[in-house]
């Protein structure tokens, strides 16, 4: 059975950094398109960040642009989201996904994707 797993949230003050970091049980991520999605109480999840697998590029939600980056190191089998500059609004739980076969378009839609984390909590305290 597949089992994503992320860490590194916390408490972080604005301005502040974070980085969370998805491993997988049962699967590589080498293949697979990797996201990373957020979803703040009362919100729907939303889209913050994926590496697309064929092409190893980045793509980002508009308000984490040049904020956050997301990464892969395949050796270790681990995907990684560096938080920079964070503010209030980025408080939410986030979300590790991946999928070897969801196609482009639907790269932003969080029921597209098979494999899922738990969550890690993030609050941005001002």
């Known amino acids: 059975q597949v089992q994503l797993a992320e860490s590194g949230g916390g408490l972080v003050q604005v301005g502040g950094s974070l980085r969370l970091a998805c491993a997988p049980s049962g699967r590589t991520f080498s293949r697979d398109t990797v996201a990373w999605f957020r979803q703040a109480p009362g919100k729907e999840r939303e889209f913050v960040a994926a590496?697309?697998?064929?092409?190893?590029?980045?793509y980002y939600e508009d308000s984490v642009k040049s904020r956050f980056t997301i990464s892969r190191d395949n050796a270790k089998n681990m995907i990684y989201l560096q938080m920079n500059s964070l503010k209030p609004e980025d408080t939410a739980v986030y979300y590790c996904a991946a999928d070897s076969r969801i196609i482009f378009s639907s790269m932003r839609t969080p029921s597209e994707y098979d494999y899922w984390g738990q969550g890690t909590q993030v609050t941005v305290s001002s």
């Open positions: 590496l697309w697998r064929s092409t190893g590029r980045a």
